[in-house]
């Protein structure tokens, strides 16, 4: 049974730090890819970032470029998002996601976590 569950989540003020984590249970990271999603009230769900299979290649939305790293440990099956000078508008419900190939089109994604709130406030 494929499970995928996100914990990190939290508050922090304007250019903090946190570390998102995914377990996938279920099925191997060295097969499938993952991507993280987010998604704020009132807006479509958009891709943040993923990572490929068996080359690890990765890919980033123009908008956390530069501050946020997606890596994976396929030995822990755990794939992580550090996301760094956070700012207000990365304020969302962040899921993580696991599908075929790794890309930003939340609909070609098979298996979904419940998410896990974060919040950019001073």
């Known amino acids: 049974q494929v499970q995928l569950v996100e914990s990190g989540g939290g508050l922090v003020q304007p250019g903090g730090s946190l570390r998102l984590s995914c377990a996938a249970s279920?099925?191997?990271?060295?097969?499938?890819?993952i991507g993280w999603f987010r998604q704020a009230p009132g807006k479509e769900r958009e891709g943040v970032s993923c990572?490929?299979?068996?080359?690890?290649?990765?890919y980033y939305a123009d908008s956390v470029k530069g501050r946020f790293t997606i890596s994976k440990d396929n030995a822990k099956h755990t794939v992580y998002l550090q996301m760094t000078s956070l700012k207000p508008e990365d304020t969302a419900v962040y899921y993580c996601?696991?599908?075929?190939?790794?890309?930003?089109?939340?609909?070609?994604?098979?298996?979904w976590g419940q998410g896990t709130q974060v919040t950019v406030s001073s």
């Open positions: 279920g099925f191997t990271l060295d097969y499938y890819a």
């Open positions: 990572i490929s299979s068996s080359s690890g290649r990765t």
């Open positions: 996601a696991t599908g075929r190939v790794a890309t930003m089109i939340p609909d070609l994604y098979d298996y």
